[in-house]
Each structure stands twice: as structure tokens, then as C-alpha cells.
């Protein structure tokens, strides 16, 4: 079978239907790009290397992936957001014969990527395009290892995909070991984060948050990961990795989660559907 020709990704503004995408080179590295939405840095990929990720809230979540056990076993993945697949392209790299589905609701931004990056092909990886929750709707009771959600409108989640409903469904779709892995853009006071781990506290028993030690102190705007399961989660493994992570970052849980979401209402559908629908979802962002 004649090998399929890699893709040589270049420079440019392309018009989808999220709006503006644009591919760029990130710094001197030929091998580094960025995909901008709407301006708005989604993505960074090395097509030198996959285990490369740029993006401080990816390399929390392949933290966490990398430490279930056993490691380097092959994971069934679904990407909430797939944007250039950075993630995916990680864990299939790490974690040969793993197959894994990536969302995204911008058709024409799922077909750049494909041209742009060496993506593995199905089932390896898998790119639908779709509306995240109605997506996760069609996927079986725990066929699951890891549900990642980072999905965003500008720098917002969108409210049906951050409600008590939306993450009951989430762990309908895990094994009882599986993992959940939600990207969280938030400024001091942090009322996005808290509510986003009151919400899914009423779902899973076991939950905490890797951020950035700014975000946490009220010093700056960026990303956090809150990480749950219905399964005990490797706090102390990652209490390690956060103490060496490039950018000071905390594993919080426990009491300090306690303290963290105090006073924080969970999100609910009926809520949301009383607000209206909110922002339209695009796929996965870095909001620095």
C-alpha cells in the first residue's frame, strides 16, 4: 500500500464557520504552529514531535493521563473540542493502539487540521463534526477511559456543556475508573472555576484542580483542569508533577477544594434554559 503523503502545513487566514482561523508558526521552531480562532490561540502542535505540548493546561491533562494505570496502556479517548488535536496526538504517540473520537462543530476547521497535521487515522483517531453534548449523547454507557472537555465560545464554556446534567452524562460514558478532564478559563475571583467544581462535585466523588499558582492567588487570568472520577485519583503522583512543572502550579483537593468552592452554586439545565442558550461552542482555546 503506497504510504499516504505527510502534510506540509503553511502559513495562513483561512474563513470557516466559526469565523477566522489562521495557522502560524510559534517562535523559530519550524516544527511549532499555532491555530488561532476568532484570534484566540485553540491550539499549538510540534509536527516534529507529539509529546511536545505547548500549552500549559494540555500538559496537566497528559499528566493525569499518564498516570493511570498502566502506564502506557492503550485508552479509549473522547476530545470534547478537538481543535489541532494536540491532545489526541499525545496519547496516541504514548499510548500505541489507543482509539480515540475528537468533536468539533466547525467542519471546515476539522478539514484544515486534517490537511494541515499528521493526524492519526481511524480508528486510531476519529474527527466528528457535531455539537459536543449532543455527540457525548451518542456514545455507550462506559466505553470510556477519559472524557476531555475543552470547549469554548471566545473565552466561555458554554452553559450546556458546563451543567450537573451535562457531567452526569459524562459519567455515564466513563468506565469506573475513567477520568474527566475539563478546561476552565477564569479570572480572579475565580467564580467560573469555583462553579465549575461545585458542578461537578454533585456528579463524581472524587475531584480536584491543577492551575497555575497566580490563577489561585487572584494574580492573573489563565487556564485551570478540574480532574474527576468515580475512582480515587493519584493526588499524591500529582502533587509531584505539579511541584515540576515549568509554570508554579497546584494540585488542590481535599480541604482546600472544600475552601476553594465554598458558597458556589452548581449549574443545572433549567437554569441554563431560562437564560437562554448562551455563546455558540467552538473547539478548544488557551486564554493566557
Do not use: I
Not at 33 to 39: A, D, I, R, S
Not at 251 to 266: K, S
Amino acid at each position: 500500500m503506497p504510504r499516504r503523503p505527510v502534510p506540509r502545513p503553511e502559513p495562513g487566514t483561512w474563513s470557516t464557520a466559526s469565523g477566522v482561523v489562521e495557522l502560524a508558526r510559534d517562535g523559530s521552531d519550524e516544527h511549532a504552529w499555532t491555530v488561532f480562532v476568532n484570534g484566540v490561540a485553540s491550539s499549538s502542535v510540534h509536527t516534529g514531535d507529539p509529546t511536545v505540548l505547548e500549552f500549559e493546561y494540555l500538559r496537566w491533562m497528559a499528566d493525569v493521563l499518564d498516570e493511570r494505570d498502566p502506564a502506557g496502556a492503550p485508552l479509549d479517548v473522547v476530545h470534547l473540542g478537538a481543535a489541532g488535536c494536540a491532545l489526541a496526538r499525545y496519547v496516541d504517540a504514548t499510548r500505541p493502539g489507543s482509539r480515540q473520537v475528537a468533536v468539533e462543530v466547525d467542519e471546515d476547521l476539522a478539514r484544515l487540521v486534517r490537511e494541515w497535521f499528521d493526524l492519526p487515522r481511524a480508528p486510531a483517531l476519529r474527527l466528528q463534526v457535531g455539537d459536543a453534548r449532543e455527540r457525548l449523547a451518542t456514545r455507550r454507557e462506559g466505553s470510556a477511559d477519559a472524557v476531555v472537555r475543552d470547549v469554548f465560545a471566545k473565552d466561555v464554556t458554554p452553559r450546556h456543556v458546563r451543567t450537573a446534567e451535562f457531567v452526569a452524562d459524562v459519567a455515564r460514558v466513563l468506565r469506573p475508573d475513567g477520568t474527566y478532564l475539563a478546561n476552565v478559563a477564569d479570572r480572579p475571583p475565580l467564580t467560573r472555576l469555583r462553579r465549575e467544581v461545585a458542578t461537578t462535585a454533585t456528579v463524581f466523588e472524587h475531584v480536584g484542580v491543577l492551575a497555575e499558582t497566580g490563577l489561585l492567588r487572584g494574580r492573573r487570568y489563565a487556564n485551570a483542569v478540574v480532574v474527576a472520577s468515580p475512582a480515587p485519583l493519584a493526588a499524591d503522583r500529582l502533587v509531584r508533577r505539579a511541584a515540576r512543572a515549568p509554570v508554579p502550579t497546584r494540585w488542590v483537593d481535599g480541604d482546600d477544594l472544600v475552601a476553594l468552592v465554598a458558597g458556589a452554586a452548581p449549574e443545572h439545565d433549567a437554569v441554563a434554559d431560562a437564560e437562554g442558550p448562551g455563546p455558540q461552542p467552538r473547539s478548544s482555546g488557551r486564554h493566557p
